[in-house]
């Protein structure tokens, strides 16, 4: 009986394929090129990370070793870990309000201004020397424009090694990422501004709505609700799988592992150890990580009201 | 449409002239805009900071990088930069406009494909019930997940075994699937209303028209800003990993060749870093004024 009814099933899903196959038809080059290069290799770097494997070799099944190994016994596994997790809940909420804020203060502008404001936010992110600008800032030498200012204060006698010190790396990182957290998020959120129709405003300022609090909060949060979830998700994304900032300004590996995030852990294992079963276990354990911080975000957002 | 244009028309001379906010929102102070403007005016300042720094050091005479106490702003602005940047390129051994024209080719293929291919999938998955949309959907979320830098093993199999070694393909096809975009272009459509799709096919429209000539159309805004995101991932891709051949190579390979060194090339790098974001920043300017153009013109809702 349950089978015929799961081939009764499977037949009409068929036949309801077939009839919209032009749907399929336009999804195909997309998928064919998602499934050989995204699909696959993911999968494959899941079958990975139970092996030990260093590419020259044949891999090793080695069953969960690579997981107990991580959990059990890899200390800087647990520094990175703690490093990400506070890094991710700082820059992460942080990083979506501050682009949120963003995108919506510059809907209020005149058009023209608005492509202008829009520019000035996002050049962080398009020119990439950031990291340059700050290391210079913050160099260890006295031509830094921190140490010398300091020093010409009096506050410092000698220059201080701002991403040599265990304690300044994290914040300092920490700092920096804010600064560009206006990325893809803030580009998408944008796009969600722009597309709520004033003509709601006017209806709801009619409706009693006084001020601009609480049209964000009844007009605009609800209205770009599906923005909010996609930025929230590259939000995520931007946060878990950022090394960036910890390379360019601590150094790889940086001080006493002061500014280690998992993906730099990873990057370790993958790239320079080359211990790609270790590496995918790290992956792995990361996917899960993000997956579950997505679950739970997209499961706020929507309490939220979006 | 024209006669809710006509409204409009009607409508506009009685609005109050304001320096910020639209004339829609009536119940807003003035005293608001004077703090918005205030705060947007520290936020941009803090935005642009790093840019005006960057370019700063890159007409700065490379003695001035040991000045102390430092100075914020170059005494003595010069273009040596460049110039030692680009003597240095007439000395590469492939012509430096052959990488310059890899790069454009590369970016503007990957981002014309990935844009055209992703918005055709993005269309069935967020507004078709099909069997196997859904998890397809899934599937997409979960990959925005899983970093690469594990897949590369993976993937230089397939390249090899396709035999796209050392071709164009290699730098062209596999970024093209990237989900980054699709997804991005799937959520945005998510919000076309569906009675506009039902009357279309009430009207007989195939789903390629409906493709094309209504959800195109009405998802600009979002298939512009995709094509910002690509093209500028794209264009700071080093492929040297699947392509060997010198003149495949691209711009930035050349360029971390040309500023690898010891203190003589700073000046040279600083100057890199400033002309390597010309395009990008350009192509991002001419994007946004379309974007704001189709906001306005746009009128379609439910």
């Known amino acids: 009986m349950k089978l015929k009814n799961c081939k009764e099933r499977l037949a009409f899903n068929c036949r309801t394929a077939w009839n919209n196959r032009s749907a399929y038809v336009l999804m195909a080059p997309f998928l064919i090129i998602f499934f050989t290069f995204t699909v696959f290799p993911v999968i494959m770097t899941i079958v990975l990370s139970f092996t030990r494997y260093n590419i020259l070799q044949k891999p090793v099944f080695v069953a969960w070793d690579n997981y107990k190994e991580l959990f059990v016994n890899d200390e800087v596994f647990a520094i990175a870990l703690r490093n990400t997790v506070v890094f991710a809940l700082i820059t992460g909420p942080l990083g979506y309000f501050l682009s949120f804020f963003a995108a919506w203060l510059i809907n209020e502008f005149k058009p023209l201004l608005r492509g202008l404001l829009t520019f000035i936010f996002y050049v962080p992110t398009i020119s990439g020397t950031v990291y340059t600008i700050w290391s210079i800032i913050f160099s260890s030498d006295m031509y830094g424009y921190t140490n010398s200012f300091l020093i010409r204060l009096g506050i410092i006698n000698n220059p201080i090694e701002w991403f040599g010190t265990d304690t300044f790396i994290l914040p300092l990182i920490i700092v920096v990422q804010l600064w560009m957290s206006m990325g893809s998020g803030f580009l998408v959120m944008r796009a969600g501004t722009a597309s709520v129709d004033p003509q709601y405003y006017e209806a709801a300022a009619i409706d009693g709505v006084k001020n601009r609090f609480q049209e964000v909060i009844y007009i605009t949060v609800p209205m770009m609700a599906p923005h909010l979830i996609t930025a929230a998700v590259l939000q995520i994304t931007g946060m878990f799988a950022n090394a960036g900032a910890s390379i360019q300004l601590a150094g790889f590996p940086s001080t006493n592992y002061a500014g280690h995030l998992i993906m730099t852990h990873l990057m370790d294992y993958s790239s320079y150890r080359v211990e790609r079963g270790y590496a995918s276990a790290i992956s792995v354990v990361l996917f899960v990580l993000m997956i579950s911080i997505n679950k739970l975000s997209v499961r706020l957002l929507r309490k939220v009201g979006a | 449409m024209a006669c809710e244009a006509g409204i409009r028309k009607l409508k506009k001379p009685r609005k109050k002239v304001r320096l910020i906010g639209n004339e829609a929102q009536i119940g807003r102070k003035s005293s608001g805009d004077v703090l918005m403007l205030l705060i947007v005016g520290i936020m941009a300042a803090f935005s642009f ?254």
């Open chain 2, 49 to 302: 900071f790093p840019l005006l720094m960057a370019i700063n050091m890159a007409i700065k005479p490379i003695n001035e990088l040991f000045y102390y106490p430092p100075r914020l702003f170059t005494a003595h602005p010069t273009l040596d930069n460049f110039k030692m940047l680009f003597s240095l390129m007439q000395n590469t051994r492939v012509s430096f406009l052959r990488y310059a024209f890899n790069t454009v080719f590369i970016s503007l293929a990957v981002t014309l494909g990935h844009v055209f291919i992703a918005s055709m999938a993005a269309y069935p998955l967020a507004k078709l019930k099909l069997p196997g949309i859904k998890t397809i959907n899934t599937m997409i979320v979960f990959s925005l997940m899983f970093v690469s830098a594990v897949t590369d093993v993976a993937n230089y199999l397939t390249i090899s075994w396709l035999g796209w070694l050392d071709t164009y393909f290699a730098s062209i096809i596999p970024p093209m699937g990237a989900t980054l975009g699709l997804f991005i272009m799937r959520n945005y459509m998510t919000t076309i209303p569906d009675s506009l799709l039902e009357a279309a096919r009430m009207d007989g429209c195939s789903n390629y028209r409906i493709y094309w000539q209504i959800v195109m159309p009405l998802s600009k805004p979002v298939w512009l800003t995709v094509a910002i995101l690509v093209f500028q991932q794209v264009w700071g891709v080093d492929n040297s990993g699947y392509v060997y051949r010198e003149s495949l190579k691209t711009l930035p390979y050349a360029m971390r060749q040309i500023t690898t060194g010891a203190i003589v090339r700073m000046g040279a790098s600083q100057a890199v870093g400033v002309a390597m974001m010309i395009i990008p920043a350009l192509f991002f300017i001419v994007n946004q004024t379309k974007i704001i153009n189709t906001m306005a013109t746009s009128g379609m809702r439910e």
